[in-house]
């Protein structure tokens, strides 16, 4: 399943050591959490790590969590957090502050969870417990697609959207590839079914499956993803796309735990 991979940014020294303290300690007592912990005392220098793992295309490096503090100087977390969300929003990301008002901005970009300072280490380790446990079963959120080149095993959470072309179901995925499974005589629906099972996958067209995470721009029409495909929206179909949508948003905003399954 790879590394837990953490990111742990605090441009206060003192409060960045004692935070990497208690997540070792708690990776220390959970060896199968396979976690590694990597620190930064400015969120500019772990953006530029990631723009950098970004442009080699190593986007296996970038992080499963972030432990950010929200108060630093050249770049708030919250700042920080929205720039995660350009391009990962599959990560999950737990402020630390030591002012309650910042809770609830920290939510508009979907945090997991915030905690207050002086970080109490049982909070801190369920917050990571939890963080955790919520990726391994994002991990095992996985579709079985019967592709020419045999069985293949595929995130829900790593597709952006699902295309019939010509009776064959081909699944596009974030990381810029296609898999192809093989074409059949049964209908698109029936193909889809196990992701459509899943809250964030609907049907906007006959033809097209979406992932609403990935959605950037929805118009009258049509569906703008994050990859820059535009996705019709049937006719027939309008008024129930715009309402699952909507729901989604509201169910996003009222559930920080929210990730895409």
């Not at 009258?220 to 495909?229: E, M």
Request: with cysteine; glycine share 6%.
């Amino acid at each position: 399943m790879g590394m837990f991979r953490i990111a742990v940014c605090d441009n206060e020294e003192e409060e960045l050591e004692e935070t990497v303290s208690m997540v070792q300690s708690f990776l220390d007592r959970n060896d199968e959490a396979g976690g590694t912990i990597q620190i930064f005392s400015s969120a500019v220098d772990l953006l530029d790590y990631i723009e950098k793992n970004k442009a080699s295309g190593r986007m296996d490096d970038i992080f499963d969590l972030y432990l950010l503090d929200i108060v630093m100087p050249e770049m708030t977390g919250i700042e920080f957090g929205r720039k995660i969300r350009e391009f990962d929003k599959n990560s999950q990301i737990v402020y630390t502050t030591s002012f309650k008002e910042y809770g609830y901005e920290a939510f508009g970009v979907q945090a997991s969870d915030y905690l207050l300072k002086p970080i109490q280490k049982e909070k801190l380790e369920e917050v990571l417990y939890v963080a955790w446990k919520k990726r391994e079963w994002l991990w095992r959120q996985g579709i079985v697609i019967k592709a020419k080149e045999g069985m293949q095993n595929v995130r829900a959470q790593d597709i952006i959207y699902v295309e019939n072309v010509e009776r064959c179901a081909v699944y596009h995925l974030k990381s810029g590839l296609s898999v192809t499974g093989l074409c059949n005589r049964g209908r698109f629906e029936e193909t889809v079914m196990p992701l459509t099972k899943l809250q964030q996958f609907f049907q906007p067209h006959k033809s097209y499956l979406v992932n609403m995470y990935y959605i950037r721009e929805f118009r009258a029409n049509i569906i703008i993803l994050d990859d820059g495909t535009d996705i019709p929206i049937s006719r027939n179909r309008k008024n129930e796309t715009k309402k699952k949508y909507l729901n989604y948003l509201a169910d996003i905003s009222l559930d920080g735990n929210h990730s895409p399954g």
